[in-house]
């Protein structure tokens, strides 16, 4: 089947640690975007990437980094240096020459005491 | 940058009754406008879509509307039934990036 998968689909972390989520995609999806989700609000954008080796900020890039070695793989990284952590994770991915069509993965549930 | 607001945030309808769903948008650059259903703990999924060259499209019982001039687009669900109830997000792209609404929670009451 294709799809988007991402994994864990729920963590828990300390505060202070760093924490890597995870979003695979066989789509032969280009793009690939990754969103935070806070109750009663809508997806705000942290990063995406048109093109492997390559990636931009999006609206609240501060306290997170990615990674695009691979078409399939775009890694979110929560570092410490996130004031609030505690939200919902989604990625998703289109493709390039359209980059239009959005398809999101399930979501990782973070919780960060 | 894009702004996008969504209304109403609640809505509750009767089974079998219509659901109407509002948006606007600030940049007119933004030339794509899809709508997302999104289940408790799930991840949204696209149910419609409409492009800045069009001023309806309708899917069986789902439709969208668009107005460029005054920068709003619309979604309405007919003969709603009690699966319908989801969380529902607007959205509008300038090609490269999406700008989302804050959802509307729908309850079809059986």
């Known amino acids: 089947d294709g799809g988007i998968t991402q994994s864990p689909k729920y963590l828990f972390r300390k505060e202070g640690q760093n924490v890597t989520l995870s979003c695979e995609q066989n789509?032969?999806?280009?793009?690939m975007y990754w969103y935070r989700q806070d109750p009663g609000q809508g997806l705000r954008l942290i990063y995406y990437?048109?093109?492997?080796?390559?990636?931009q900020k999006g609206d609240i890039a501060e306290g997170y980094s990615v990674s695009r070695e691979k078409k399939e793989s775009f890694p979110l990284t929560v570092t410490s240096a996130q004031k609030n952590p505690t939200a919902f994770y989604l990625c998703?991915?289109?493709?390039?020459?359209?980059?239009?069509?959005?398809?999101f993965g399930p979501g990782t549930r973070l919780t960060v005491t | 940058g894009e702004n996008v607001e969504q209304h109403p945030s609640t809505l509750s309808v009767q089974e079998g009754d219509s659901a109407v769903i509002k948006c606007t948008y600030s940049?007119?650059?933004?030339?794509?406008f899809p709508w997302y259903k999104q289940e408790l703990g799930k991840g949204p999924q696209l149910i419609i879509d409409?492009?800045?060259?069009?001023g309806e499209k309708k899917d069986q019982r789902i439709a969208v509307t668009l107005n460029k001039t005054a920068k709003h687009f619309s979604l309405h669900i007919t003969e709603t039934q009690p699966e319908d109830s989801a969380v529902y997000f607007c959205?509008?792209?300038?090609?490269?990036?999406?700008?989302f609404g804050s959802g509307t929670k729908l309850n079809v009451k059986p």
């Open positions: 789509l032969n999806h280009d793009a």
């Open positions: 990437s048109q093109i492997v080796n390559d990636f």
């Open positions: 940049d007119s650059a933004s030339n794509y």
């Open positions: 409409i492009r800045s060259n069009v």
């Open positions: 959205a509008a792209s300038n090609f490269n990036k999406f700008y």
């Open positions: 998703a991915s289109a493709i390039r020459d359209t980059l239009y069509e959005q398809y």
